[in-house]
């Protein structure tokens, strides 16, 4: 029964009711977004801490380059286990917003990486084909390419200088979405034939270590080799540079959860007032039903009921569109070097249902205690 007066009594104000659920439904799908942002910071950093690999950079600082031909004594290091020398290309797709982050790597790219989840067919296509370039999922998907297609991009630094490609495969990890990886010999030639000297140089080394334990030795390892050469290095760990990149762009943790906050104080102030409005007007029914002798918990039951049930309609509509947009992963651009995304998991599906929830409840708790301590017989003289 009270079911049937719980859905009757929505259809009442059928508009009202309406604007309430789409009010939650936004706010639940902006919540979910917004706490999507420091999880997938989270996940991008859990995930770095168990690929055992190390970042070699300029001990001057991160903006000086290395020579590539310390990978060949890196790799021959005890626990060592591949190197790859990374060199940064800037470049611009079709007009100046569209950016990718593209990096030229060496064949030793799939030993180093390999939770890329390359197939052998595209690491063969890769190393037969001086223009080829493996791509990450989102970009493939935000700019419609296929594998095969010929893509030019223009390079934001020296020259400005065009490069063409032709997509070997796509990286399917979802570690790195956003990934533009090409070869180094391309960029070499290319910027060395328009007279670059220090064509030959990388941006950073990156090695990966065979088991956890050897993390530490291999780094201090890798420092004491080049230390008092012309080059000297800095090792850290994978997940130290991410940490240290998303500590840069500031605090975004304290910003998504204030923001968070502000959102779920608003749509609870306009659901309370929405859910006053709403037992103001069943104060006669509420009286009636005392009279006929309904205990408060049945009336309560009946009108919680109701507003939970609205909340509950605008945060399932709110969620399913947060996770159906952003479910597949969004590409953030040249953030993080290509790891960094926004994704919309279950888990953060529900906890903006189970926000839009607790507003629904918090939201009518305080007019229905009041309409309970009305007696009945004051009821019926309230004005609505």
């Not at 009202?16 to 979910?32: E, K, M, Q």
């Not at 470049?91 to 052998?120: C, H, K, M, S």
């Amino acid at each position: 029964m009270n079911r049937k007066l719980i859905l009757r009594n929505m259809r009442r104000q059928l508009r009202r009711t309406i604007l309430t659920a789409l009010t939650i439904a936004l706010a639940t799908f902006v919540l979910v977004v917004l706490l999507a942002v420091p999880g997938s910071m989270d996940r991008i950093i859990a995930q770095a801490s168990t690929t055992l690999r190390v970042v070699i950079n300029n001990r001057t600082g991160p903006w000086y380059d290395l020579p590539p031909k310390y990978c060949d004594q890196i790799a021959r290091l005890p626990g060592v286990t591949a190197c790859v020398a990374m060199t940064g290309w800037p470049a611009i797709y079709q007009n100046e917003r569209d950016v990718v982050q593209a990096f030229a790597a060496g064949p030793e790219i799939a030993a180093v990486f390999p939770d890329y989840l390359l197939t052998a067919p595209i690491n063969q296509a890769f190393a037969s084909n001086k223009r080829a370039a493996v791509v990450g999922e989102l970009l493939m998907r935000k700019y419609h390419w296929k594998v095969g297609d010929e893509v030019s991009l223009r390079g934001t630094g020296f020259g400005h200088v065009p490069l063409s490609f032709i997509i070997a495969g796509m990286n399917p990890s979802k570690k790195y979405p956003n990934t533009f990886t090409f070869r180094r010999d391309y960029l070499r030639d290319t910027l060395q034939a328009l007279g670059r000297h220090d064509a030959d140089l990388a941006w950073f080394l990156m090695a990966r270590v065979q088991r956890e334990e050897d993390l530490a030795a291999v780094i201090r390892t890798i420092d004491e080799t080049f230390r008092n050469s012309d080059y000297e290095t800095r090792t850290v760990t994978e997940s130290d540079v991410l940490s240290t990149s998303l500590s840069a762009i500031g605090n975004v943790r304290t910003i998504m959860y204030s923001l968070s906050a502000v959102v779920l104080l608003t749509v609870l102030l306009i659901a309370a007032n929405a859910m006053a409005m709403m037992v103001r007007e069943r104060l006669a029914e509420v009286a009636v039903m005392r009279a006929l002798g309904f205990s408060r918990a049945v009336v309560a039951g009946m009108l919680l009921g109701e507003s939970l049930l609205v909340a509950l309609i605008g945060g399932v509509l709110g969620a399913a569109a947060a996770l159906g947009i952003f479910g597949g992963g969004v590409n953030l651009g040249s953030v993080l070097g290509g790891t960094g995304s926004l994704w919309v998991d279950g888990f953060g599906a529900l906890q903006g249902l189970g926000a839009a929830a607790a507003v629904g409840v918090l939201s009518s708790l305080l007019p229905v205690l009041n309409a309970l301590r009305i007696s009945p017989a004051m009821a019926f003289r309230q004005p609505v």
